[in-house]
Structures are given as structure tokens and as C-alpha cells.
């Protein structure tokens, strides 16, 4: 049998490049094997990983060197990074370049680059719709994936622009579940309208990236979207009644007071909701439920998704 071939994966600690890693582990025919690449190969994540057989590189996406060697004879890159630690625009635009130089000077063969829109696409800077954040920026943390694509094209490497959804887990770690309102009633409160939102279980990402791996590199470069489902607030909020088996009512607060929220990243976000209500129709078939769950059969609906983990959503 020929040798399996790798896949080096950034953010193997987390919640993509994480899936990512189980899929592949969860199938040891399949001819892939990870090399997880971390900053710490001594914290808890990277050590559990390791306790399963997989290989565990440093590196730092922040030190070219060290990410060209661990790239170093891999087959495959799953390159993600992470907007929500650094805060900053400009620096996670500075790591999809290093990642993209990267790839190239190890002669990967395909990669994978976790994307998000560039809103600016859609609603240019002066446009007043939305603020404009930093200066240049509508959305930043989708702005800065969507810009970054072009260091991947210019790479010359094959590459899957892979335009992933809202993870459901931002209810348990982002705050944006429900919360008691002034009657002590659980209000889900998001700016969505009557919009629907695509949201996605964060471990399907990586189980729709192995798959991506297993179809194939493109030529040149193509684009990708997946989801989960579509559903509205009410949709979400009468799931969660049913989960948590207390009353939760969806609370469509304007994309004005989310943003006047306060917390880091409350006008980003609001921005975000916002181009999703503003222009879903453009979002819902670019980010399709039904191709989502054609590649990867075991993806997860909301209301599965919550009997796993509705217990872990705080409700304070
Ligand atoms: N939340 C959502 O709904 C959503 C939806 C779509 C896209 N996203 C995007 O997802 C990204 C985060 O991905 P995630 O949720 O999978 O992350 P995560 O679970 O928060 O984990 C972050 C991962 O990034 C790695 N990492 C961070 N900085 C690094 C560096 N300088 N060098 C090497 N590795 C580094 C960490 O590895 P070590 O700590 O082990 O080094 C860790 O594995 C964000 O950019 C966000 O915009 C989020």
C-alpha cells in the first residue's frame, strides 16, 4: 500500500483544524495521515492528540521558518488562523501571507484556506449602510480571510477557498446564546430579522474539509461553502425551548444595538449579522445545506447538535 499522505493542519488545537484531525483519525484506510501543528506541543490539546498517535509539530504562524518546516513533505495544508486572539486585521492579513509563502516553499499540493467573504465586495467602504472599522474594514474578521485569498492565487498551490458558517458553539463560548431579559424570559438576541442564519456545528467543518482532501485538488483554485442548516432566530429559538426545555424567545434587536452591545468585537459582529440578513440570498446559496450534507453524511442539524451540547450554554 502506498504511503499515506499528510495532512499538516493549523489550529489542530481547535475547533477546525480539531475536526479536521478526527475525521482523519476516524479513518485509517483512508490514505491520510495529520501532522498537527501547534505553538505549544506541551498544552492539554496538543498532548491529547499526541496520546492518539498523531504527530505534533511547533510552529509559529507568526515565524515563516518554522512553518515552512512543518509543512515540510506534506501532501496537504489546512491553513486557518485565528482573528478572534489577535484582535488585529492587519496581523491575521500578515499570517495568510506567511501561511501562503509557506506552502509554497514546501511544495504542498493542495490546500485549504478557512475563508469568509470579503464584505467590502458587497458593501464598499463608503457605503454607509454599516461603520466602517479600523479605516478599511466593514467586517474584519470575514474582510481580511476574503482578502487574503489572493496571496493563495498568486501561490501557484492548489487551493480550496473553504467559506465555513457561524459555529453554533459561539452560544457556548461567544456569548451569543440566550440570556435572561428583564422578566427573567430567555431571550436569544441577535440581529437577524426574519433573515436565516447558516450555522454549522464547528467539528462539521473539518469533517467536510477531510473530505475536500479525499475529492482532490483543484487545478487552480475554488471556492467552497458549507452549512448546516438555515434557520431564523424563531426557528433557533423554538430548538433551544425544546432543548433546554425552558421557554426561549427570539429577540430581533436591531444591528444598531448589537453593535452598541460593547463587548471586543460587538460592532464586527453586528456588521456581520447584518451583511447575513442584508444579502441572503447571496449567503444561503453560497453556503448550501444540502451539498454541505451530500459530502459529509454525518452533518449535524441544529436540534442534533443541541442534544449534545445544549447543557453546555450558559444562561446567565
Ligand atoms: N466562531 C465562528 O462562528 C466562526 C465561523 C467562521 C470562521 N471563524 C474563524 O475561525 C477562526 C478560529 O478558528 P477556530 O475556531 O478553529 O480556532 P480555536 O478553536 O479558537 O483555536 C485556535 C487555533 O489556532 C491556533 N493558533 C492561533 N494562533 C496561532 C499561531 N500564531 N501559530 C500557530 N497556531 C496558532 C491555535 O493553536 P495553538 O494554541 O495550539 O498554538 C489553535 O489550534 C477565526 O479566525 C474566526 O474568524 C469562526
Known sequence: ???????????????????????????????????????????????????????????????????????????????????????????????????????????????????????????????ERMPTIAGKYKVPHYDTKGESEHYFVESGVPTTFLMTSFYWENMIYFG???????DGTLLLSLPLGSAVLPGIAAVDIGANAYEI???????????????????TGEQMAESLTRALGRPVRYNGVSADAFRAFGFPGAEDLGNMFQFLQEFTDYVTTAHPVAATAARHPGLMTFDEWLAQNANRIPLD
Open 1 to 127: 500500500m502506498a504511503e499515506p499522505r499528510i495532512i499538516a493542519v493549523l489550529g489542530a488545537t481547535g475547533s477546525q483544524g480539531g475536526g479536521l484531525v478526527r475525521a482523519i483519525l476516524a479513518d485509517p484506510e483512508g490514505g491520510f495521515v495529520a501532522r498537527a501543528i501547534t505553538r505549544d506541543p506541551s498544552s492539554d490539546a496538543a498532548r491529547a492528540l499526541a496520546d492518539v498517535g498523531v504527530e505534533i509539530v511547533q510552529a509559529d504562524i507568526t515565524d515563516i521558518d518554522s512553518l515552512i518546516a512543518a509543512f515540510d513533505g506534506a501532501y496537504g495544508a489546512y491553513c486557518v488562523t485565528n482573528y478572534w486572539e489577535i484582535l488585529d486585521p492587519e496581523q491575521e492579513i500578515a499570517q495568510a501571507a506567511n501561511i501562503a509563502r509557506a506552502v509554497t516553499a514546501a511544495g504542498v499540493k493542495h490546500v485549504i484556506w478557512s475563508s469568509l467573504e470579503d464584505t467590502r465586495n458587497w458593501v464598499p467602504l463608503t457605503d
Open 176 to 182: 451569543l446564546g440566550p440570556h435572561p431579559g428583564p
Open 213 to 231: 482532501f479525499r475529492e482532490g485538488a483543484p487545478k487552480t483554485t475554488d471556492r467552497i461553502g458549507i452549512a448546516g442548516e438555515h434557520l
